[in-house]
């Protein structure tokens, strides 16, 4: 999975997570219907040759009302159903879609379907997006599972997902463009990266582990820590000296 990608899912999970934490003694809150708000603190560590660790603010925003949900970079319609102990539910979604990296800074979006499938043994989804700006028109698949363990306040999600990028993604995600070269030479960077494009699709393997702490009824400690491994035909790039890339998040939620 993508570093952009992985970071929205975990940061989705964590307010979800603050949310199923709060009392339910509210009728709005048992139909689901929320508004969560926060702020964070994002940490990131790119695979490309010699890049700086990150660390950027980051909102925290979280909305159900009915089928329309809207969450930090990402927004759709749920619709969902529950069957006793199971619960399917798809959504239909655009969200936003970054990249890491000092000089590759590109905002694009992507619309796609999510199909999850929840039982007491966990959520397993699959998710499908496809770029819709016109910057690099690719694809990709994200199978992904989770199991939300409750002891007390405290709430702990591990999870792991695999997903596989179309060529088009792969080099958006991680190659490196002429363009992108000469606006490091432009700045004098210290490390100015080859022209390097992926050329093939990838299949990137993660995890992540979501921590939600209910301070009070209303106010949660949110933290997420997260990897991806890269395909090899990603790390075996000129431009990459990293197998992996990584992230946290840290931050706190208010919901209304």
């Not at 048992?30 to 990131?44: D, F, K, S």
């Not at 016109?134 to 002891?151: C, D, M, Q």
Request: aromatic share 8%; hydrophobic share 40%; proline share 3%.
């Amino acid at each position: 999975m993508t570093h952009f990608v992985m970071t929205l899912l975990c940061l989705g999970a964590a307010i979800c997570t603050a949310n199923a934490a709060q009392a339910e003694d509210s009728e709005d809150k048992e139909g689901g219907n929320h508004i969560t708000v926060g702020v964070g603190a994002l940490w990131q560590e790119a695979p490309f040759n010699n890049a700086k660790n990150q660390t950027i603010p980051l909102p925290l925003i979280s909305i159900q009302q009915g089928a329309y949900y809207f969450e930090t970079a990402e927004t759709g319609v749920r619709f969902g159903k529950e069957l006793g102990a199971i619960k399917p539910s798809i959504d239909l979604f655009v969200a936003a879609r970054g990249t890491s990296g000092q000089d590759r800074q590109k905002l694009t979006a992507d619309a796609g379907a999510r199909i999850s499938l929840a039982t007491d043994f966990g959520t397993l989804s699959g998710a499908f997006r496809h770029d819709i700006t016109g910057k690099f028109k690719g694809s990709e698949f994200t199978a992904r599972y989770s199991l939300p363990i409750s002891i007390g306040r405290f709430t702990v999600t591990p999870a792991a997902q695999a997903s596989w990028l179309d060529t088009r993604t792969a080099n958006h995600m991680y190659g490196i463009t002429a363009e992108q070269r000469a606006k490091m030479i432009s700045k004098q960077r210290s490390v100015v990266l080859p022209v390097a494009p992926i050329t093939q699709n990838a299949m990137n393997l993660g995890g992540d582990v979501t921590m939600a702490f209910q301070l009070t009824e209303r106010l949660t400690l949110i933290g997420v820590v997260g990897g991806t491994y890269l395909d090899k035909s990603i790390h075996r790039s000129v431009a990459i000296d990293k197998k992996y890339e990584c992230q946290g998040i840290m931050g706190i939620a208010y919901n209304f």
